[in-house]
């Protein structure tokens, strides 16, 4: 299931070259939308400040957890086990699961369960970018379906303990910035 999924979405070998490019771009830089626009928040939106810091300890975690998965358990990539077409270099790590999907999805969860009114674009915008830096990984030939399902996985869940730990983290840092 997983192989049939990746061939359906796997550029051929006949893709346009633009497309490529394009997915390239999605697949290398889109990630850093999401870092970009949360920086220009942190300055110049205040208020937002504490959502970010609770993305940043999300992400530390997901991708924590995504490092361990990985050294406990191999997954070859689709071009090393010479499945589909592969357009874009990457070393033969293990691709279970995709630290871009983990990264983009992690963002989105912290959002979607801080979620009111006033993030309602932000999280339209970064649900945007992770479908994109998602399906373009699988594209390029980089990482089978399952991984990019694995990332969400991992993304939701350190998403929910953070949230539920959140009253803790919250008071340790004020205790930490505010003598």
């Known amino acids: 299931m997983n192989t ?3 061939l359906l979405i796997n ?3 006949q893709a346009s ?3 490529i490019y394009l997915a390239i771009f999605c697949a290398n830089y889109l990630a850093y939308l999401p870092i970009i626009v949360m920086g220009i928040y ?3 939106k205040p208020t937002y400040r504490l ?3 609770k993305m940043v300890i999300t992400l530390g ?3 924590l957890v995504t490092f361990v ?3 406990l358990f191999y997954s070859p990539r689709p071009f090393v086990v010479n499945v589909g077409t592969n357009y874009l270099f990457h070393d033969k790590t293990s691709s279970f699961p995709s630290q871009h999907a983990v990264f983009v999805w992690a963002i989105c969860c912290v959002i979607g369960l801080n979620y009111t009114n006033r993030f309602k674009k932000l999280l339209f915008l970064f649900i945007v970018v992770a479908i ?3 399906w373009s990984r699988v594209y390029l030939g980089i990482h089978w379906p399952l991984d990019i399902l694995g990332g969400f996985i991992v993304s939701i869940i350190s998403a929910l303990l953070i949230q539920k730990l959140w009253p803790t983290i919250h008071k340790f840092l004020i205790s930490i910035f505010i003598p």
């Open 61 to 63: 975690l997901a991708l």
């Open 132 to 134: 994109l830096v998602s």
């Open 42 to 44: 942190w300055f110049y």
């Open 51 to 53: 959502l970010i810091l």
């Open 69 to 71: 998965i990985r050294h």
């Open 4 to 6: 049939k999924l990746f």
């Open 11 to 13: 550029a051929s070998d």
């Open 17 to 19: 070259k633009l497309f």
